[in-house]
Protein backbone atom coordinates (compact mmCIF):
# COMPACT_ATOMS: atom_id res chain seq x y z
CA UNK A 1 0.00 0.00 0.00
CA UNK A 2 2.86 2.17 0.94
CA UNK A 3 4.34 1.48 -2.41
CA UNK A 4 1.39 2.14 -4.24
CA UNK A 5 0.85 5.23 -2.39
CA UNK A 6 4.73 6.64 -3.26
CA UNK A 7 4.17 5.37 -6.43
CA UNK A 8 1.23 7.17 -6.71
CA UNK A 9 2.46 10.45 -5.55
CA UNK A 10 4.84 10.39 -7.88
CA UNK A 11 2.55 10.41 -10.81
CA UNK A 12 0.76 13.01 -9.15
CA UNK A 13 3.69 15.38 -8.96
CA UNK A 14 4.77 14.87 -12.52
CA UNK A 15 1.29 15.17 -13.50
CA UNK A 16 1.74 18.65 -12.01
CA UNK A 17 5.50 19.43 -13.38
CA UNK A 18 5.42 18.46 -16.92
CA UNK A 19 2.85 20.64 -18.29
CA UNK A 20 3.48 23.66 -16.60
CA UNK A 21 6.61 23.21 -18.50
CA UNK A 22 4.75 22.24 -21.59
CA UNK A 23 3.07 25.71 -21.43
CA UNK A 24 5.86 27.28 -20.89
CA UNK A 25 8.10 25.74 -24.53
CA UNK A 26 4.42 26.87 -25.81
CA UNK A 27 3.97 30.26 -24.76
CA UNK A 28 8.10 30.82 -25.92
CA UNK A 29 7.26 29.02 -29.28
CA UNK A 30 4.06 31.17 -30.05
CA UNK A 31 5.95 34.58 -28.73
CA UNK A 32 8.79 33.90 -31.46
CA UNK A 33 6.07 33.34 -33.90
CA UNK A 34 4.09 36.16 -33.39
CA UNK A 35 7.00 38.08 -33.60
CA UNK A 36 7.77 36.43 -37.05
CA UNK A 37 4.56 37.53 -37.88
CA UNK A 38 4.34 40.70 -37.10
CA UNK A 39 8.06 41.03 -39.07
CA UNK A 40 6.72 39.72 -42.28
CA UNK A 41 4.27 42.62 -43.76
CA UNK A 42 6.92 45.22 -43.24
CA UNK A 43 9.23 43.16 -45.43
CA UNK A 44 6.92 42.44 -47.77
CA UNK A 45 5.20 45.91 -47.95
CA UNK A 46 8.44 47.98 -48.43
CA UNK A 47 8.63 49.56 -51.70
CA UNK A 48 11.29 48.91 -54.21
CA UNK A 49 12.88 52.31 -54.77
CA UNK A 50 12.16 53.02 -58.23
CA UNK A 51 15.52 53.46 -60.57
CA UNK A 52 16.44 56.78 -61.50
CA UNK A 53 15.79 57.69 -64.46
CA UNK A 54 18.66 58.52 -66.89
CA UNK A 55 20.02 62.43 -67.71
CA UNK A 56 18.59 61.59 -71.76
CA UNK A 57 15.05 59.88 -70.51
CA UNK A 58 14.74 63.28 -68.31
CA UNK A 59 15.30 65.01 -71.15
CA UNK A 60 14.57 63.19 -73.92
CA UNK A 61 13.17 64.82 -76.94
CA UNK A 62 11.21 63.68 -79.75
CA UNK A 63 11.80 62.49 -82.97
CA UNK A 64 8.75 62.38 -84.02
CA UNK A 65 5.74 65.01 -85.05
CA UNK A 66 2.50 63.28 -85.27
CA UNK A 67 2.81 59.99 -87.48
CA UNK A 68 6.27 61.51 -88.53
CA UNK A 69 9.02 60.57 -87.86
CA UNK A 70 12.79 60.55 -87.84
CA UNK A 71 14.38 57.18 -89.20
CA UNK A 72 11.26 56.04 -91.34
CA UNK A 73 10.99 54.77 -95.01
CA UNK A 74 10.40 56.89 -97.98
CA UNK A 75 6.58 54.62 -98.29
CA UNK A 76 6.04 55.00 -94.73
CA UNK A 77 6.18 58.62 -94.95
CA UNK A 78 4.15 58.76 -98.40
CA UNK A 79 1.76 57.06 -96.89
CA UNK A 80 1.18 59.15 -93.64
CA UNK A 81 1.44 62.08 -95.52
CA UNK A 82 -1.82 60.88 -97.15
CA UNK A 83 -3.80 60.12 -94.03
CA UNK A 84 -2.85 63.61 -92.39
CA UNK A 85 -5.29 65.90 -92.89
CA UNK A 86 -2.59 68.55 -92.10
CA UNK A 87 -1.00 68.20 -95.66
CA UNK A 88 -1.84 68.60 -99.14
CA UNK A 89 0.05 65.50 -100.06
CA UNK A 90 0.07 64.78 -103.79
CA UNK A 91 2.03 61.47 -104.02
CA UNK A 92 5.11 60.96 -106.01
CA UNK A 93 4.86 64.47 -107.68
CA UNK A 94 6.34 65.95 -104.50
CA UNK A 95 9.22 63.29 -104.29
CA UNK A 96 12.78 64.47 -105.74
CA UNK A 97 15.88 62.50 -105.87
CA UNK A 98 18.72 64.49 -104.99
CA UNK A 99 22.28 64.32 -106.90
CA UNK A 100 24.22 62.96 -104.09
CA UNK A 101 24.59 59.34 -102.54
CA UNK A 102 21.35 58.37 -102.32
CA UNK A 103 19.59 60.88 -101.08
CA UNK A 104 16.08 62.07 -101.65
CA UNK A 105 13.44 65.29 -101.06
CA UNK A 106 9.79 65.40 -100.45
CA UNK A 107 8.19 68.93 -100.31
CA UNK A 108 4.68 69.29 -99.59
CA UNK A 109 2.41 72.37 -98.68
CA UNK A 110 0.23 72.13 -95.71
CA UNK A 111 -2.96 72.98 -94.33
CA UNK A 112 -4.39 75.44 -91.41
CA UNK A 113 -1.21 76.06 -88.89
CA UNK A 114 1.43 74.14 -91.22
CA UNK A 115 2.15 76.41 -94.48
CA UNK A 116 5.09 73.65 -95.77
CA UNK A 117 6.94 70.86 -95.20
CA UNK A 118 10.24 69.22 -96.26
CA UNK A 119 11.11 65.52 -95.67
CA UNK A 120 15.50 64.63 -96.52
CA UNK A 121 15.96 61.13 -96.42
CA UNK A 122 19.22 59.45 -96.59
CA UNK A 123 19.21 55.10 -97.60
CA UNK A 124 15.47 55.56 -97.80
CA UNK A 125 15.28 57.29 -93.95
CA UNK A 126 13.97 60.34 -93.32
CA UNK A 127 17.08 61.92 -91.49
CA UNK A 128 15.42 65.59 -91.60
CA UNK A 129 12.01 67.19 -90.82
CA UNK A 130 10.98 70.63 -91.45
CA UNK A 131 8.10 72.91 -90.78
CA UNK A 132 6.85 75.95 -91.65
CA UNK A 133 4.50 77.49 -90.01
CA UNK A 134 1.44 79.78 -90.90
CA UNK A 135 2.54 82.72 -88.71
CA UNK A 136 -1.34 84.15 -89.49
CA UNK A 137 -2.65 81.93 -86.93
CA UNK A 138 0.04 80.54 -84.30
CA UNK A 139 3.35 82.43 -83.40
CA UNK A 140 6.55 81.95 -82.31
CA UNK A 141 6.09 82.56 -78.95
CA UNK A 142 3.20 79.95 -78.42
CA UNK A 143 5.44 77.10 -80.20
CA UNK A 144 9.05 78.16 -78.21
CA UNK A 145 7.06 78.43 -74.69
CA UNK A 146 5.65 75.18 -75.40
CA UNK A 147 9.09 73.25 -76.04
CA UNK A 148 10.24 74.80 -72.91
CA UNK A 149 7.69 73.44 -70.92
CA UNK A 150 7.96 70.17 -72.15
CA UNK A 151 11.91 69.93 -72.51
CA UNK A 152 13.16 72.37 -70.59
CA UNK A 153 15.46 75.46 -71.59
CA UNK A 154 17.09 74.86 -74.78
CA UNK A 155 20.96 73.94 -75.25
CA UNK A 156 21.44 77.44 -77.68
CA UNK A 157 19.77 80.43 -78.16
CA UNK A 158 19.96 83.37 -80.14
CA UNK A 159 17.48 85.97 -81.39
CA UNK A 160 16.91 83.94 -84.35
CA UNK A 161 17.02 80.17 -83.50
CA UNK A 162 16.60 78.39 -80.19
CA UNK A 163 18.50 74.69 -80.22
CA UNK A 164 17.55 71.58 -78.44
CA UNK A 165 20.40 68.95 -78.86
CA UNK A 166 20.70 65.31 -77.76
CA UNK A 167 23.24 62.53 -78.53
CA UNK A 168 20.98 61.49 -81.41
CA UNK A 169 18.48 64.48 -82.16
CA UNK A 170 18.40 68.09 -82.56
CA UNK A 171 15.19 70.11 -82.64
CA UNK A 172 15.43 74.11 -83.45
CA UNK A 173 12.63 76.63 -83.90
CA UNK A 174 13.55 79.36 -86.47
CA UNK A 175 12.10 82.70 -87.15
CA UNK A 176 9.82 83.36 -88.46
CA UNK A 177 8.60 80.29 -87.38
CA UNK A 178 10.11 76.70 -88.97
CA UNK A 179 10.73 73.78 -86.77
CA UNK A 180 13.07 71.36 -87.71
CA UNK A 181 14.05 67.41 -86.48
CA UNK A 182 17.01 66.16 -87.27
CA UNK A 183 18.92 62.90 -87.02
CA UNK A 184 22.52 64.34 -85.65
CA UNK A 185 24.66 60.62 -86.05
CA UNK A 186 23.01 60.78 -90.19
CA UNK A 187 23.36 64.62 -90.15
CA UNK A 188 27.13 64.05 -88.56
CA UNK A 189 28.04 61.71 -90.97
CA UNK A 190 26.97 63.50 -93.87
CA UNK A 191 29.38 66.51 -92.96
CA UNK A 192 32.16 64.47 -91.97
CA UNK A 193 31.86 62.95 -95.58
CA UNK A 194 31.84 66.32 -97.49
CA UNK A 195 35.12 67.33 -95.45
CA UNK A 196 36.85 63.97 -96.64
CA UNK A 197 35.28 65.00 -100.28
CA UNK A 198 36.18 68.55 -100.19
CA UNK A 199 39.93 67.61 -98.80
CA UNK A 200 40.53 65.60 -101.31
CA UNK A 201 39.46 67.94 -104.31
CA UNK A 202 41.77 70.28 -102.47
CA UNK A 203 44.51 67.89 -103.02
CA UNK A 204 43.54 66.73 -106.34
CA UNK A 205 43.69 70.49 -107.32
CA UNK A 206 47.62 71.01 -105.72
CA UNK A 207 48.26 67.77 -107.31
CA UNK A 208 47.48 69.30 -110.38
CA UNK A 209 49.10 72.60 -109.78
CA UNK A 210 52.44 71.07 -109.27
CA UNK A 211 52.36 69.61 -112.88
CA UNK A 212 53.21 73.28 -113.67
Known amino acids: MNITGYQSGTCSSDSLKYPIIEMMDHKKILI ?6 LMIPAGFTQETPAPEESAEEESGLPRKFRELSLGMSLEDLKQNLIADNYFNF ?3 RDVSFLPVRNQSLV ?39 QFVEKYG ?50 RQRQEFLNEF
Open 32 to 37: ILIIFL
Open 90 to 92: RGD
Open 153 to 202: QPSWLDPRTAVWETDDTRISIERPLTVKYIDKIVFDDIINESGLVESSHV
Open 107 to 145: ETTGLSFIRRAFFQLRDGAVFIMSFSMNTGIIDHYSVFT
